[in-house]
C-alpha cells in the first residue's frame, strides 16, 4: 500500500483572554498562528482488523494509551466514516507534551484533513465541528493552520496572509497541565476579539495584549517567569508570550539573525532547557 507523509505544524497563541466560564468549560478568545515546527505523520493503509498507531521520536515518551489519535480513529469507526479501511500511523513526536502548542491536537487535525482530501470520508460542517469537540477544543483550529482570530462565542476567524515572524520557542524539562492552570482562574478579562480585523496581527497592536493564563502558570511554575523575564531583556525582541497554558515561552523577532543571536544566548545561560528557532508559517 502506498504510504503518505505529512506534516503537522505547533499552534502557538499569540495572545489568550479567558473572558468567563461556562459549566464545564472557560471561555477564551485568541490570535493564533502556527509556526514551522512541526511532528511528521506517516500514514498507510493496512489490511488488518484494527489500526496500529506508533510513537515515535523525541517527545514520544508518556505518551497515553488513550490519546487524540486513537479517540479520533475510534470515533471515525464507530460512525463508520472510514468504511471499514484501517491504517498504520506513525508519528514523529517533534513538539512537546504539555507545551501549550497543541501537538496531539494538530496531530488529529492533520489526520481528519488527510482522510478528507483523500476523499476516504466525507463530513457535513455539522459532523466535523461534532467530531473535533469530542477530541479537543483547539482541534478545529488545526482544521486550517493559518493564522486565526478565535473569538469568545466560538467563532473562528482565518486569514491566508499575515504576520511573518521568527520565534525562539522555550520550553523547560517540565509541562503544565491545562486542567490545573484553567482551575485557578479566577479573574476574567473584558473581550478584545469580538470583532476580529486583519490589523490584529500587526506587531504594534500584538505587543500590547497578554496572555491571561501567564499569571497562574507563573505562580505555580516560577521558572517560566524567570524565563520570561531573561527573554525580555534580549536584543530586538518585539514581544514574549507563553503559548497556551504552557510551559513553552516564545520569543518574537522580524529577523533570523536576531533569533539565532537570542538562541546562542538563551543557551548560554539555561542549557538543560529544550529550545528551538522557527518561523510563523
Known amino acids: 500500500m502506498r504510504s503518505f507523509k505529512i506534516k503537522s505544524h505547533a499552534k502557538i497563541n499569540l495572545a489568550l483572554n479567558v473572558t468567563g466560564k461556562k459549566i464545564k468549560q ?19 493503509q493496512i489490511k488488518k482488523d484494527n489500526h496500529k498507531i506508533l510513537f515515535k521520536g523525541e517527545f514520544a515518551k508518556g505518551i497515553n494509551k488513550v490519546n487524540t489519535v486513537t479517540i479520533l480513529l475510534e470515533l471515525l469507526d464507530k460512525k ?4 471499514n479501511k484501517k491504517f498504520e500511523i506513525k508519528i514523529i ?11 496531539g491536537s494538530m496531530n488529529a487535525a492533520s489526520l481528519i484533513n488527510f482522510f478528507i482530501n483523500k476523499k476516504i470520508m466525507k463530513l457535513k460542517k455539522n459532523e466535523l465541528i ?37 520565534t525562539l520557542v522555550v520550553k523547560p524539562n517540565f509541562g503544565c497541565s491545562t486542567k490545573y492552570i484553567y482551575s485557578k482562574v479566577r479573574l476574567f478579562s473584558k473581550s ?7 490589523k490584529m496581527f500587526k506587531t ?7 496572555n491571561d493564563l501567564e499569571k497562574t502558570a507563573f505562580i505555580k511554575y516560577p521558572k517560566l517567569k524567570k524565563i520570561k523575564s531573561f527573554l525580555l531583556t534580549l536584543p530586538n525582541n ?38 528551538i528557532t522557527s518561523k510563523t508559517i
Open 238 to 275: 518585539i514581544f514574549v508570550r507563553m503559548s497556551g497554558s504552557g510551559s513553552s515561552i516564545v520569543a518574537y523577532f522580524h529577523s533570523k539573525r536576531a533569533c539565532d543571536n537570542a538562541y546562542g544566548q538563551f543557551k548560554g545561560r539555561f542549557n538543560s532547557h529544550w529550545c
Open 80 to 83: 463508520k466514516f472510514l468504511k
Open 93 to 103: 513526536k517533534n513538539i512537546p507534551q504539555e507545551a501549550g502548542m497543541g501537538g
Open 130 to 166: 461534532n467530531l473535533t469537540s469530542q477530541i479537543g477544543s483547539d482541534v478545529i483550529l488545526g482544521l486550517k493552520p493559518v493564522n486565526s482570530i478565535l473569538s469568545s462565542n466560538g467563532k473562528i476567524k482565518r486569514y491566508n496572509k499575515g504576520i511573518k515572524l521568527h
Open 192 to 198: 478584545q476579539f469580538s470583532f476580529p480585523k486583519k
Open 204 to 210: 504594534e497592536y500584538l505587543s500590547a495584549l497578554k
Open 26 to 44: 472557560h471561555n477564551i478568545e485568541s490570535i493564533i498562528s502556527f509556526i514551522g515546527l512541526h511532528d511528521l505523520i506517516y500514514l498507510k
